[in-house]
């Protein structure tokens, strides 16, 4: 048996998506299932606008972009940003690009997030920025922490990548910030090969987000003078007022998208009934502590941490996945304090680096699948079972 991470989800309605597309002759962002899918997105997870991207760290980086832009109360280099030490390598990287200050918080080695309170408990007068990751499918106390931003003042941002269809309190994570960003990449809830999308309620935001993906222009902002004034009145189509990126998607990521939104609660039922199959034949193994999933969450994959007292079978075990074709991997990035790159941020520990470091070292994740995958994880414990304590 093959244990894979992932598994493709394109089934023949992406198929003849991608034919009808095809038969426009039209291939960029252009076309009409970019507007069309953006449409569907900001409908499904109740948004005033969306703005697709050609990746989830595109998405990333044009958040803190605009955040520089606003007319009122921009964000400036040197300003603090809170952020968890475990998330994806693009969560930080605008931060670095941006000179933002960053503090860095512990997880907590059951849910895999930062816990509410240690980010009220981090909120300091410098403090400009919170940046909440629901990690693989998990959703943070997004309605808490939205309240407190408001309260003082503090924009926040979601990175929602890893977490599609989540929610707290009954709303969609991805829904709680001024900018929330989401992933389509093969492995994630939907795939549109490579893929993201930022939602946001601010209708600023929502037209500098559209410039910055767009080489900086204002071509394809409805109302131009809104915000941005404009230095060709005879050639506006070239007026470039804003350092912006080409981070745009195409027409058939975008019409493969609006097939694979109409399947997203489907996956998401059947990965919700493998990650209750998992916990069920994992609880009572004491040699691992896995993630504990909050209500309405969104299962990305299964992750296993070894305890202290078994470290000296990490080697055993991961060979006997290897040689057995299971795949797995490092729980999404890793400590933030362990890659090599940040010796080039600005940053500061707020409560230490014990679980994420630990976690970093001793954990990994195997694949949750939109298809029924009962046999693989029976598989999986079996080839763990056979390794001797």
């Known amino acids: 048996m093959h244990y894979r991470l992932t598994t493709d989800t394109w089934g023949k309605e992406e198929i003849d998506q991608i034919k009808k597309v095809i038969k426009t002759n039209i291939y960029t962002y252009k076309g009409k299932y970019v507007r069309d899918y953006e449409r569907d997105l900001a409908k499904y997870f109740k948004t005033k606008y969306c703005v697709s991207t050609n990746s989830g760290s595109s998405a990333n980086l044009i958040s803190i972009a605009a955040l520089f832009f606003k007319k009122k109360n921009p964000l400036k280099r040197g300003d603090e940003v809170i952020v968890p030490s475990l998330a994806w390598a693009t969560t930080y990287m605008p931060l670095q690009q941006y000179g ?4 860095v918080l512990d997880i907590n080695n059951s849910t895999l997030n930062v816990d509410f309170e240690t980010i009220k408990n981090a909120i300091s007068k410098k403090t400009k920025l919170i940046i909440g990751v629901s990690i693989l499918g998990n959703p943070i106390e997004a309605t808490h922490i939205s309240n407190l931003c408001k309260k003082k003042s503090i924009y926040f941002m979601e990175d929602n990548c890893e977490s599609m269809g989540a929610k707290d309190h009954n709303k969609y994570c991805g829904t709680f910030g001024i900018c929330n960003t989401f992933s389509t990449f093969f492995s994630h ?6 893929g993201g999308f930022v939602l946001t309620d601010n209708k600023e935001i929502y037209e500098i987000l559209l410039s910055l993906r767009s080489h900086g222009w204002t071509r394809d902002i409805e109302n131009k003078k809104s915000f941005l004034k404009l230095t060709q009145k005879n050639y506006e189509e070239y007026s470039f007022v804003l350092p912006g990126y080409n981070l745009r998607p195409n027409n058939i990521q975008a019409a493969v998208g609006i097939s694979q939104l109409k399947k997203l609660k489907k996956f998401i039922k059947i990965r919700n009934s493998n990650q209750k199959y998992f916990k069920k034949i994992f609880k009572n193994d004491d040699r691992f502590l896995i993630q504990n999933f909050r209500k309405n969450s969104s299962p ?11 470290i000296k079978l990490k ?9 057995n074709k ?3 991997r490092l ?3 890793g400590s933030f304090f362990k890659h090599p790159v940040k010796k080039y941020f600005h940053y500061k520990k707020f409560n230490g680096s014990k679980n994420v470091d630990y976690l970093h070292s001793n ?3 195997v694949g949750n699948h939109p298809k029924n995958i009962f046999k693989e994880i029976k598989f999986l414990k079996k080839i763990l079972d056979g390794v001797k304590k």
């Open 300 to 310: 990305f994959c299964f992750t296993l941490i070894i305890k202290s007292k078994y």
């Open 189 to 194: 809830h939907i795939s549109t090969i490579e």
């Open 363 to 365: 954990g990994f994740f």
């Open 100 to 103: 933002l200050k960053i503090k």
């Open 331 to 333: 729980i999404t990035g």
């Open 315 to 323: 080697s055993k075990l991961f060979n006997e996945m290897r040689k």
């Open 326 to 328: 299971i795949e797995f």
